[in-house]
C-alpha cells in the first residue's frame, strides 16, 4: 500500500487565467506581480468565488498569436493566504484602509477628522 503524507486543509490554491489586451495592460500587471506582494481578489458576485487574499507563485505569460499580437495569456499559480497586517504592509503606500479602522470608532469620527479622501490617505487630520 502506498504511503501518504497528510496535512490539515489549508486555503484554496489553483491556477488563474488573466488575459491582457495591449501592452499598456501587460506592464500594468507586470508591475502588479513583480513586487511578490499578497493580493485581493475581489471576484464579480454570483461567479462563485469569494474575495479572497492570494499569493502568487511564479506566473506564465504566452502570446495568444502572431508576434505582433498584443493580447497575452497570464497563468497565475495562487494560493490563498491571510489578509495582511496593518501598517508597513508591502503592497501598501504605507496605510491602509485597517489602519483607518483601527484608529476609528464610527465613520463620522473620521469625517471629522479629515476634509479629504487625500487627507485620509496621507493621515492629514484637520488642523494638524
Known sequence: NPVVLSDVRSGLEGTLVVFTQ???E???LH???DSGSVLLWQAAPGHGVDDMYVAVSAATEERKGL???EWRTWQLPVKQVDMPVTVGV?????RTWQDVLT???T?????SKYATWEDVF???KIGA
Open 31 to 33: 508591475r502588479l506581480l
Open 90 to 94: 508591502a503592497s501598501s503606500a504605507g
Open 103 to 105: 484608529e476609528n470608532a
Open 26 to 28: 501587460r506592464e500594468a
Open 122 to 124: 496621507l493621515d492629514r
Open 107 to 111: 465613520w463620522a469620527e473620521v469625517l
Open 22 to 24: 495591449t501592452d499598456a
Open 67 to 69: 508576434a505582433t499580437d
